[in-house]
C-alpha cells in the first residue's frame, strides 16, 4: 500500500473534509467554502480515494456520514481549529472599525437580558456590529452545528429538542447565572399581596410551554404532591404571556428574568410550589474559541450578563415588587 505523503497532500482538502462532516451537504459545504458545488464534488472524490471510504452516502435527499466519517469528524474539526489558531494568533481585533454580524439563539425572556447586555458592554465600542436575536427551535440546528449561530443560551437541563446526531454537550459551555420561578399577578389583582397553596391551585394560570406540551415544572411538582391547578391559557412564547398576565386574573408562574424589565406593572412573590430552580449557560461552537471577534464580544456579554443578575434580581431569591 502505498502510503500519502504530508508534502505531497493539498492541504485545502482537510478543510473542505472539514465542512463537508459538518454541514453533511456538497451544497452547503460549497457554500461555506465559497466554492462551486463541482469543486466541492470532485474534492469529496479525491477525499474518498485517499481514505479509502465513502465519507457520505445518498439517502433520499439528505446524505448520511459513515462510520468512519462520524469518527473522523472531531479530530477533523480539532485539526481545522489548532489551523485557525496558528493563523489568528496575532490577529488584533478593532472593536471600533469591527462590522458583520453576532447571531445568538435564545428564548424570548432571556433574549431581553442579552439585548440590555450588548447595549450596555458592546455596541458602545462597536457601533458597527449587529445583533441578531433567533429562536432556538429545531430548524436552528443545522445553523448552529455549523457555526452559523455565533452562541446558544439555553438552561439545564435543556429545553432545545435538537435532531439525533446534534449533541450540545460537544459545544464549549459556559455558566452565566442561576435562574429561579417566581410567581406574579397584575398590580390590581385580588391575591396581589400573596397567596398560600390553596389559592393559588384554585387561580387560573398561564402555561409558558416553548416545546407545546400540556403541563410545566409547576404541574409535575403539583401532581407529586397529589394536586392539580386549573390553566386557562397556554403559550409557547414567554412575551405573549405577559401580555395576558397584564389583562386578566390569571396568575403566572416563570423564571424570574421574565420580569426584570416590567416589574412595575406586576406583583411579584415567592412561589407557593418549590419549583427547582436550574442554571443558565451560554455555548458556542468550538471553532469560534479563538476568533478574535467572537471572544471579545462573548466576554463582553457573559460579565455583562452577569454583573445584571448580581445587581438586578436575576439570581438570588425574589424580591416582591
Request: hydrophobic content about 45%; aromatic content about 6%; proline content about 7%.
Amino acid at each position: 500500500m502505498t502510503r500519502t505523503r504530508l508534502e505531497d497532500l493539498d492541504l485545502n482538502l482537510i478543510v473542505t473534509l472539514h465542512w463537508l462532516l459538518t454541514e453533511q451537504s456538497v451544497t452547503r459545504a460549497a457554500a461555506r467554502l465559497d466554492v462551486s458545488q463541482p469543486t466541492v464534488s470532485h474534492a469529496l472524490g479525491r477525499l474518498r480515494d485517499l481514505l479509502g471510504d465513502p465519507l457520505l452516502i445518498k439517502s433520499g435527499r439528505t446524505m448520511l456520514a459513515t462510520k468512519k466519517a462520524e469518527a473522523l469528524q472531531p479530530r477533523v474539526a480539532e485539526i481545522v481549529d489548532r489551523m485557525r489558531d496558528l493563523l489568528l494568533e496575532e490577529e488584533s481585533f478593532d472593536p471600533a472599525n469591527q462590522s458583520g454580524r453576532f447571531r445568538i439563539a435564545v428564548i424570548d425572556s432571556v433574549g431581553a437580558v442579552v439585548i440590555r447586555a450588548w447595549q450596555k458592554a458592546v455596541q458602545p465600542d462597536a457601533p458597527n456590529l449587529e445583533l441578531d436575536i433567533l429562536q432556538p427551535a429545531v430548524p436552528q440546528a443545522q445553523d448552529l452545528i455549523a457555526g452559523k449561530i455565533d452562541a446558544i443560551i439555553l438552561p439545564e437541563p435543556k429545553m432545545l429538542q435538537l435532531p439525533p446526531g446534534v449533541n450540545v454537550d460537544e459545544f464549549v459551555q459556559r455558566p452565566i447565572f442561576e435562574e429561579h420561578y417566581v410567581t406574579a399577578v397584575r398590580r390590581d389583582h385580588p391575591l396581589a399581596n400573596g397567596m398560600d397553596i390553596e389559592s393559588y391551585v384554585k387561580a387560573d394560570h398561564i402555561l409558558i410551554n416553548p416545546e407545546g406540551l400540556d403541563v410545566g415544572a409547576v404541574d409535575q411538582v403539583l401532581h407529586a404532591a397529589g394536586m392539580k391547578r386549573r390553566i386557562a391559557f397556554r403559550t409557547e412564547t414567554f412575551l405573549l404571556a405577559l401580555e395576558v398576565l397584564e389583562n386578566s386574573d390569571c396568575v403566572l408562574t416563570a423564571p424570574a428574568t421574565l420580569f426584570n424589565f416590567s416589574r412595575g406593572k406586576f406583583s411579584i412573590f415567592d412561589c407557593p410550589v418549590k419549583v427547582p430552580s436550574f442554571k443558565l449557560f451560554i455555548g458556542w461552537h468550538p471553532n469560534w474559541t479563538h476568533d478574535p471577534q467572537h471572544r471579545w464580544v462573548r466576554e463582553r456579554l457573559i460579565a455583562e450578563m452577569i454583573r445584571m443578575a448580581e445587581n438586578c434580581s436575576l439570581s438570588g431569591g425574589p424580591r416582591a415588587s
